[in-house]
């Protein structure tokens, strides 16, 4: 691999290249836990990537299996520039192994050939990862308090909901409906997958679906939380804007801007001065 030229980490470059908001709340946490926080990220987005790269279903599960090999069991991942800034993360703040695996789990169900039944399934697949991964991050930032470990749950589901709005378009690029089944027109699957859905026809489902991101941000924003694990839940910020701009344009999931990233620097950096949401 060629070096970089940004002074950056593979991590680091990977997460700002295709996760720029998560990138920027990393900023703030403390120096010697950056790096990890980064190498977390950068294994959540190989991980989503899997579902956009592999062919078939079979081939996702099989890297899937790779990566847990890799980073649970200590087996293989020769070659790969973030296994062993895992494997160095892992030990050095205990992860706990049973929370990486359900990040896999998780992204297993990348490869569900149907769409999630009703809202509450809606929910959970679009939050079992982003929880994940905030619970992670609480360990590498060295938080362990049960209020920071609440509100990551509210503002990572939040994070999770709001993201499978935005990414309509992309998941059903890639075969895939994450909206409840149950709040569709009756073709309503078929048409987001042969591009014939409009905003209109989800209104219902991603209303819904909005309805819930806002109580879990509401929920999350009201929990003070330790200065330690403020970096794992600055995505508050983000997520009020994407909200915001939901809003704006009446549940509409396919209106311009709605897919833009607001990484919000100044937002987070007087939300990070203040010590809360």
């Known amino acids: 691999m060629p070096p970089l030229k940004t002074g950056l980490s593979y991590a680091a470059t990977l997460v700002r290249q295709y996760d720029r908001e998560r990138f920027v709340t990393a900023l703030f946490a403390p120096a010697d836990r950056r790096d990890d926080l ?12 899997i579902r956009e790269q592999a062919r078939e279903p079979l081939a996702g599960l099989i890297r899937l299996q790779w990566w ?16 062993e800034p895992l494997r160095l993360a892992i030990a050095r703040h205990q992860l706990d192994p049973e929370q990486i695996d359900e990040i ?27 929880v994940g991964v905030g619970m992670l991050a609480l ?7 049960e209020a920071d470990r609440d509100c990551v749950r509210a503002i990572a589901t939040a994070w999770g909901i709001l993201g499978h709005l935005r990414s ?21 699957a078929d048409a987001i997958l ?10 219902a489902a991603a209303r819904a679906m909005m309805d819930r991101a806002d109580h879990w941000l509401v929920q999350g924003r009201g929990i003070r939380v330790t200065r330690t694990a403020l970096p794992a839940v600055l995505a508050a910020v983000q997520a009020k804007a994407h909200l915001a701009a939901l809003h704006q344009a009446n549940g509409n999931p396919f209106a311009p801007g709605i897919v833009r990233s607001h990484p919000r620097p100044l937002a987070l950096a007087w939300t990070a001065w203040r010590g809360h949401l």
Request: glycine share 10%.
């Open 38 to 49: 980064f190498s977390l990220y950068a294994l959540n987005v190989e991980l989503t990537k």
């Open 68 to 83: 847990r090999d890799a980073l649970l069991a200590g087996q293989g991942g020769a070659g790969h520039p973030l296994v």
């Open 104 to 130: 896999l789990i998780a992204r297993e169900h990348d490869f569900d050939p149907d769409p999630p039944a009703d809202l509450d399934a809606a929910e959970r697949l679009a939050a079992a990862a982003p």
């Open 139 to 145: 360990s590498i930032l060295g938080s362990d308090g």
């Open 168 to 188: 309509i378009a992309y998941h059903a690029a890639l075969g895939r409906v994450t909206l409840p089944a149950s709040l569709l027109p009756e073709d309503g």
């Open 194 to 203: 042969a591009g014939r859905a409009t905003g209109e026809d989800l209104t």
